[in-house]
């Protein structure tokens, strides 16, 4: 892949995808990553997808890794001594070797914006705490060190690694945020504060560079920090939400309500809407739970 290698794991990791016979639900490649990866005592929970609408995919997607924990939702336990945690903040870490895009584009400001958006809400008690990039490799899916940040901003990766979530994704998914959750020696969901959640392991967010992306709200291309705010609300535990419809006679796509946490892009937003706030305070308001 193009700036940095991540290793031999990618190709691996590539082969792998690209050996399950097409058509089978991409949940089932994430089943299969998983033994690759139990004995980290993680597994791929979810992926959620944003996209640009075309003709023929208006909305992005929620992808589970199994059906057995569909029904969990997740949510990150402060103090949790597996993943490291320095207290109850939020850490996250933004790669440098794919921080810009092949045009140019730099994402470092624009997703240290829409952290500091999300933290901002009146009702948030999480701190959000930046980890400086070594270099080192984060990825777990690519064989990395996984708990160098709570969530990793990857950064732009080519548009092949999209077509591996979807059929054609290179062409309509902008970013996708994976989900790992904390897994018993049974390969069982674990809750080790009874909140009633599994429990959030890491978070790894994934730009597409086969898209033009921008940072000048007025210029043409997709805006990264627009991007960057869904994509990190996904980071704070925040799933889709809105209806979207098309008007027939002009093909108009109609989101109700509008917000950031919309399944498809409908241009720059970058502040939170009403919504937004309201589902980010049911998360937050009350961190950290006592346990």
Avoid at 7 to 25: D, K, R, Y
Wanted: glycine share 8%; net charge negative; aromatic share 12%.
């Amino acid at each position: 892949m193009r700036k940095i290698s991540l290793g031999v794991v990618c190709l691996v990791l590539v082969a792998s995808f690209a050996s399950i016979a097409a058509g089978q639900e991409v949940n089932k490649k994430f089943a299969a990553w998983n033994k690759e990866i139990a004995h980290l005592g993680i597994a791929i929970h979810r992926a959620e997808t944003y996209v640009f609408p075309n003709d023929k995919v208006y909305a992005g997607r929620t992808i589970y890794a199994n059906d057995r924990t569909k029904t969990l939702s997740t949510r990150w336990v402060p103090n949790d001594p597996r993943r490291d945690a320095m207290g109850d903040k939020i850490t996250f870490l933004i790669f440098q070797p794919l921080s810009v895009s092949d045009e140019g584009v730099d994402l470092n400001v624009p997703v240290v914006n829409s952290f500091n958006t999300w933290e901002s809400t009146k009702c948030a008690k999480v701190d959000v705490v930046q980890n400086p990039d070594t270099s080192a490799n984060p990825s777990v899916i690519f064989g990395g060190d996984p708990f160098l940040a709570d969530i990793t901003v990857l950064g732009f990766l080519p548009g092949a690694y999209f077509d591996l979530l979807e059929p054609g994704g290179s062409s309509f998914i902008l970013g996708v945020t994976f989900t790992y959750i904390f897994i018993d020696g049974a390969g069982n969901p674990t809750d080790i504060n009874n909140d009633g959640f599994a429990d959030t392991a890491l978070k790894e967010i994934w730009f597409n560079d086969a898209f033009t992306w921008k940072t000048d709200p007025s210029a043409s291309g997709i805006d990264i920090e627009t991007v960057a705010l869904h994509e990190n609300g996904h980071a704070f535990e925040l799933g889709h939400f809105g209806a979207i419809f098309v008007t027939e006679k002009n093909n108009k796509l109609h989101f109700a309500p509008r917000a950031v946490m919309n399944s498809a892009y409908a241009g720059v937003l970058r502040r939170l809407l009403g919504t937004d706030k309201g589902a980010f305070c049911m998360v937050w308001a009350n961190w950290p739970r006592a346990w």
